[in-house]
């Protein structure tokens, strides 16, 4: 797997809505189609935040700017929607905040203004998702109570770009969306950096991110090969991982109860569609007919 560039931290989403000079312009662009505004960019203050690797160990794709005293925190997912983003995102705005606030501030007694975070996840995903919905740090906690702290992140269904309810208001997020998508159907796992230049090729041929990608072809190249790589990093640990959790419990001695939890389980995987039946019977340790007959 030598091709893979681990290092290189950027993904395509962070540059051409953070890193890249036409950024500023893709951001506004973008939150104005998500949130409904139509600010210009000649009338608004924008300051770029970055805290390296704040989400991620291998590379970044969140993107955050604070727009008029506003904090805004975008983060894009290509896989699943992480439901433990309001966690992950309350960790990221106090990161931040600890950048914006001096540490002698913190201790006087007239109180310190801080932008107001909103916070917004860009799905590019496979999996069936609505198209908008909240993800809230309540539904974390143990029990429902009144307690006072809440943090509520904002999912886009943007897996589509044809159907993508955005695209009328944002040029650049429907030719991102569409680009991702010859990525996905040009990537070939063996000859990763040749597919990623088929995709480019066809892209530009389509008149998707021409000038994004004539400029930085090759350092497109290299935030693919990073991103994929941890896409497939990511798939092989939880695949590990559930197959250490379910040996350690055939080591402890399986119940009636704990086989019937494989069960459901093996049900829900074959449901998601994402392993074979076969594939399923090995991880769980459990025979095809205990949960297919039924599907």
């Known amino acids: 797997m030598a091709f893979w560039n681990r290092k290189y931290k950027d993904s395509v989403f962070t540059d051409l809505f953070g890193t890249d000079?036409?950024?500023?312009?893709?951001?506004?662009?973008?939150?104005?189609?998500?949130?409904?505004?139509?600010?210009?960019?000649?009338?608004?203050?924008?300051?770029?935040?970055?805290?390296?690797?704040?989400?991620?160990?291998?590379?970044?794709?969140?993107v955050?700017?604070?727009?008029?005293?506003?904090?805004?925190?975008?983060?894009?997912?290509?896989?699943?929607?992480?439901?433990?983003?309001?966690?992950?995102?309350?960790?990221?705005?106090t990161r931040i905040y600890e950048g914006i606030v001096p540490v002698r501030k913190r201790y006087v007694e007239k109180v310190y203004k801080i932008p107001n975070p909103d916070f917004y996840v860009v799905y590019m995903g496979d999996k069936e998702q609505p198209l908008e919905k909240e993800l809230r740090l309540s539904d974390a906690f143990y029990e429902k109570d009144s307690s006072k702290l809440e943090l509520v992140v904002k999912v886009k269904n943007c897996s589509d770009s044809k159907l993508l309810p955005l695209a009328k208001t944002c040029g650049i997020l429907r030719e991102y969306c569409r680009f991702i998508e010859i990525v996905e159907l040009n990537l070939n796992k063996r000859h990763p950096r040749r597919s990623f230049q088929k995709a480019i090729e066809q892209a530009m041929e389509e008149g998707i991110l021409v000038d994004y990608l004539d400029r930085k072809s090759r350092e497109v190249i290299n935030m693919l090969c990073a991103?994929?790589?941890?896409?497939?990093?990511?798939?092989?640990?939880?695949?590990?991982?559930?197959?250490?959790?379910?040996?350690?419990?055939?080591?402890?001695?399986?119940?009636?109860?704990?086989?019937?939890?494989?069960?459901?389980?093996?049900?829900k995987l074959l449901a998601d569609k994402k392993y074979t039946a076969e594939e399923i019977s090995e991880l769980l340790k459990i025979p095809i007919e205990s949960f297919s007959e039924t599907m």
């Open 21 to 62: 000079k036409t950024g500023k312009e893709n951001f506004l662009d973008l939150y104005n189609a998500l949130s409904g505004n139509d600010f210009k960019l000649k009338e608004v203050s924008l300051e770029r935040k970055v805290i390296e690797q704040a989400l991620y160990k291998t590379f970044n794709n969140d």
């Open 64 to 93: 955050s700017w604070e727009i008029n005293g506003k904090l805004i925190v975008l983060v894009e997912h290509q896989s699943t929607v992480n439901e433990n983003m309001p966690l992950r995102c309350l960790e990221y705005v």
């Open 227 to 267: 991103q994929y790589s941890y896409k497939l990093d990511i798939a092989e640990k939880k695949k590990e991982a559930f197959q250490d959790g379910m040996q350690a419990g055939l080591e402890k001695g399986i119940s009636q109860g704990t086989q019937q939890k494989a069960v459901e389980d093996a049900r």
